[in-house]
C-alpha cells in the first residue's frame, strides 16, 4: 500500500515569508498528525485531526500556523510569516483511528529553512 | 502526563557487539510504548511496539525490547550490530485519555554509530 506523501521534500525562505506544506495520508486512515522535528530533538505534536475535526492543537502556534484537513483526506500546513526558530522538519503521519495502541505511520518530511 | 526520557544522545557499537539503547517513561496509565527508527532524510519507521501483551516485544530487524514497570523503562536491544542499524532512535509513548489519545510523546533520540 502506498505510505504517507508529504511535499515539498526540502523549502529554504526568507523570514516573514510564507510557506505551506502538503500531506496525503495513507488511504482509510482517520487520524491525521503533524509533527515538528528541530534538530537534536524528538518530534513534537503541532496538530492532530479525526477525520476533518481538530483533536488537539494545544501545540500549534496559531498566531503563525495554521493547519486545515479538507473532506478528511488531504492536509496542509501553513506558516505565515515564518520566524527563524521554525526551522525544521515538518513530519505528517497518519493512523488508522487513533487509538492509544495503533501505529502511526510517517512521511519523509518535509525539511524546511528559514534565513 | 506521559514522557520518555532517553539517556545517551550517541551510542557507538562495534559491529558484532550488542546494542542497548535505553528509555524511560513517565505515565499516569498503564502505558503503550513504541521505538522507532530514523534514517538520514527519511521519516520514521516502527520497530516495535509494547501495548501490554507480553513484556517481552520482539520486533523488526532482529531488535526487542522489555517493558519492566517495576523500573519504568522499555529498553531496545539487538544481539549483534549490523553496519545498517546506523541511525536514530526514538523512543516514544502514546497519550491514553482525551484529546491526548493517540498522539505520541517522543524522547530526544539516540544516534547509534556501528564500526566495522
Known amino acids: 500500500e502506498a505510505g504517507v506523501a508529504q511535499s515539498p521534500r526540502y523549502k529554504i525562505i526568507e523570514k516573514r515569508q510564507s510557506v505551506a506544506f502538503w500531506c496525503n495520508p495513507i488511504s482509510g486512515h482517520a487520524t491525521l498528525y503533524w509533527y515538528q522535528q528541530i534538530l537534536g530533538q524528538g518530534p513534537k505534536l503541532l496538530i492532530q485531526?479525526?477525520?476533518?475535526?481538530?483533536?488537539?492543537d494545544s501545540q500549534l502556534p496559531k498566531d503563525r500556523f495554521s493547519a486545515e484537513r479538507l473532506k478528511g483526506v488531504d492536509s496542509t500546513l501553513k506558516i505565515q510569516p515564518a520566524k527563524l526558530e521554525d526551522s525544521a522538519v515538518y513530519l505528517c503521519a497518519s493512523s488508522l483511528d487513533g487509538a492509544e495502541n495503533t501505529e502511526a505511520f510517517f512521511g519523509q518530511g518535509t525539511r524546511l529553512t528559514v534565513v | 502526563a506521559q514522557s520518555v526520557t532517553q539517556l545517551g544522545s550517541h551510542v557507538s557499537v562495534s559491529e558484532g557487539a550488542l546494542v542497548l539503547l535505553r528509555c524511560n517513561y513517565s505515565?499516569?496509565?498503564?502505558?503503550?510504548l513504541f521505538w522507532y527508527v530514523q534514517y538520514p532524510n527519511q521519516g520514521l519507521q516502527l520497530l516495535l511496539k509494547y501495548t501490554s501483551a507480553a513484556t517481552l516485544v520482539k520486533g523488526i530487524n532482529g531488535f526487542e525490547a522489555e517493558f519492566k514497570k517495576s523500573e519504568t523503562s522499555f529498553h531496545l536491544t539487538k544481539p549483534s550490530a549490523h553496519m545498517s542499524d546506523a541511525a536514530e532512535y526514538f523512543c516514544a509513548v502514546s497519550g491514553a485519555r482525551g484529546s491526548t489519545l493517540g498522539r505520541l510523546y517522543f524522547g530526544r533520540g539516540t544516534q547509534l554509530t556501528v564500526w566495522p
Open positions: 485531526f479525526q477525520n476533518n475535526g481538530v483533536v488537539d
Open positions: 505515565s499516569s496509565v498503564p502505558p503503550y
